[in-house]
């Protein structure tokens, strides 16, 4: 299974990124999937979700009405569009294939991108 996780890279804060992550090796379409990130010195935090069909997600109050999660299953491919980018959302992020969009571990994950924000 490989989850591949790009878009990352330096923004200014208000500025806007989307990042992609392609997966392979699973049914993709059975695997609800989330976004997670890691910021220097702090815990991998959640950041959002979204079920298998698309229809349910779920944010982070921290990133909610700032990001929004999408996915295309013809593509084996989920996104994370963030918007209104602010120098704390500087992290590593991470996408995940997730047993629920309530689960905190992954089924598997990917390598992580990096998204720095400048003030």
């Known amino acids: 299974v490989q989850l591949q996780a790009s878009g990352g890279g330096l923004v200014r804060a208000g500025g806007s990124l989307t990042l992609s992550c392609a997966a392979s090796?699973?049914?993709?379409?059975?695997?609800?999937m989330g976004w997670f990130r890691q910021a220097p010195g702090k815990k991998r935090e959640f950041a959002a979700a979204i079920t298998w069909h698309g229809s349910t997600t779920r944010y982070a109050d921290s990133v909610k009405g700032r990001f929004t999660i999408s996915r295309d299953n013809a593509r084996n491919t989920v996104y994370l569009r963030m918007n209104s980018l602010k120098p704390e959302d500087t992290a590593v992020y991470y996408c995940?294939?997730?047993?629920?969009?309530?689960?905190?571990?992954?089924?598997?994950w990917g390598q992580g991108t990096l998204v720095t924000v400048s003030s």
């Open positions: 090796g699973l049914t993709f379409s059975h695997y609800n």
């Open positions: 995940a294939a997730l047993s629920s969009i309530f689960s905190d571990y992954g089924d598997y």
